[in-house]
């Protein structure tokens, strides 16, 4: 089983929809995780940290479940700028080490 | 200011060649980390450097050398390059080794090897 699944998509949404990707993970004793962006040909970059109790910021919110081992990112309103792979990453206990997954990608369509 | 740059951008090379990529961070960081991002889009860890020390070391091929001259600068070196190094690579910084850290990213370089 791979260490951090996702479901690459394509996701094709209109303006204004909402959104939600989740992501699994296979190791129990990941402590940190994080949803980062990655726009085409550019590099990587935080969107957002997830914590347990869940986490708002502007249009976006990211749950963790440390029962069923997934994180989810729900994107209200969307925006065209929105387009983008959506990473979700963890690191495991005592690591330092990010492990990322292949990213989801979103296609928001005017 | 570009907080983490890389160069070059763009590296086509033959097969068997010798080059390196060169990384600065002007963001005061202590870590600093290799990617690889092949052409599947999986981004993995190859080195992490903390305070000029090697703290990670990723099972990749010894062909690499990582070096870091003092705690801005990382670079990799790549002896007898194959078609398989083909790939991006980023450079990334973080203030600490916390698992809290944010990482910043560098644009990338975009190796073909041919």
């Known amino acids: 089983r791979k260490e951090v699944e996702q479901d690459p998509g394509p996701f094709n949404v209109p303006e204004g929809a909402t959104v939600a990707f989740n992501c699994t993970y296979s190791?129990?004793?990941?402590?940190?995780f994080f949803w980062y962006r990655q726009d085409c040909r550019k590099e990587p970059k935080l969107l957002m940290s997830?914590?347990?109790s869940g986490n708002e910021d502007g249009r976006f919110t990211a749950q963790l479940n440390r029962a069923s081992q997934y994180i989810s990112l729900l994107i209200r309103d969307s925006k065209l700028s929105d387009s983008a792979t959506y990473l979700c990453?963890?690191?495991?206990?005592?690591?330092?080490?990010?492990?990322f997954g292949k990213g989801t990608k979103l296609s928001v369509i005017p | 200011d570009t907080a983490v740059s890389q160069t070059p951008k763009y590296l086509v090379t033959q097969m068997g060649n010798d080059k390196s990529i060169k990384c600065e961070q002007n963001?005061?960081?202590?870590?600093m980390y290799w990617y690889k991002q092949d052409s599947k889009k999986f981004l993995k860890i190859m080195f992490s450097?903390?305070?000029?020390?090697?703290?990670i070391n990723e099972t990749v091929p010894n062909r690499f050398s990582p070096k870091s001259p003092d705690k801005a600068h990382l670079n990799l070196h790549i002896n007898s390059l194959e078609l398989g190094d083909s790939a991006v690579y980023f450079c990334?910084?973080?203030?600490?080794?916390?698992?809290?850290?944010?990482?910043?990213f560098g644009p990338g370089t975009r190796l073909t090897v041919l």
């Open positions: 997830v914590y347990s």
């Open positions: 990453v963890h690191s495991g206990a005592g690591s330092y080490q990010l492990t």
């Open positions: 963001l005061g960081h202590d870590t």
């Open positions: 190791n129990s004793a990941s402590q940190s």
């Open positions: 990334a910084s973080s203030q600490s080794l916390s698992m809290d850290g944010e990482q910043f």
């Open positions: 450097y903390n305070n000029k020390e090697l703290i």
